[in-house]
């Protein structure tokens, strides 16, 4: 069982990723790009460490419904790639930054990844499981840690991200997002 949790980790993390990528190269019209820049001023206006917190957490939690998990997964990961592509529309500077870098080189990036991933991976595990008839309750312990390790993971990924647009607006890097 250890083989197939870091193998399917591994796989739902590559998977995220190229998916994540594949929406940031999207083809964004600009009435695509005005509302969702609308909406994300509207999400963001007042956000603060524990709002990230929150709403990272309320994409990560329906990862582990078994099999649903997958697909709402994926989804969030090709949306959040659209998201870059829609900012990139509307601010070019930020289309000059290779997408993955967020993903694989910022520290909230990185911790929101292998959140993410684990929650894929464990819908994973769980949907194959009833798929196979297997008995759920070996089940239930290391999918309640695997959640308590994401929700852990989103609130250290929250402040964090939190601090660092606090310092890009102070270097005044950033206007008000």
């Known amino acids: 069982m250890n ?3 870091i193998i399917s980790f591994f796989v739902f993390l590559g998977l995220f990723a190229a998916l994540f990528q594949i929406g940031s190269l999207s083809t964004v019209t600009e009435e695509e790009a ?5 909406e994300f001023e509207a999400l963001v206006l007042d956000i603060d460490a524990f709002g990230i917190f929150t709403h990272n957490l309320t994409i990560a939690l329906p990862m582990f419904i078994p099999g649903f998990g997958i697909v709402w997964g ?3 990961s090709w949306s959040t790639g659209f998201a870059f592509a829609s900012i990139a529309f509307t601010a ?3 289309g000059e930054i290779p997408p993955l870098s967020i993903l694989f080189f910022s520290p909230f990036g990185l911790i929101e990844l292998v959140a993410y991933s684990l929650g894929i991976s464990r819908s994973f595990i769980l949907i194959r499981a009833i798929l196979k008839k297997f008995d759920l309750m070996p089940f239930i312990k290391p999918t309640l840690i695997e959640i308590g390790i994401v929700t852990g993971l989103l609130l250290a990924g929250g402040y964090i991200e939190f601090y660092m647009i606090e310092i890009a607006q102070k270097e ?3 206007n008000n997002a």
């Open 92 to 94: 070019p500077e930020i």
């Open 34 to 38: 005005d509302a969702f820049m609308a």
């Open 3 to 5: 083989k197939l949790r």
């Open 74 to 76: 994926l989804f969030a």
């Open 172 to 174: 005044g890097l950033m």
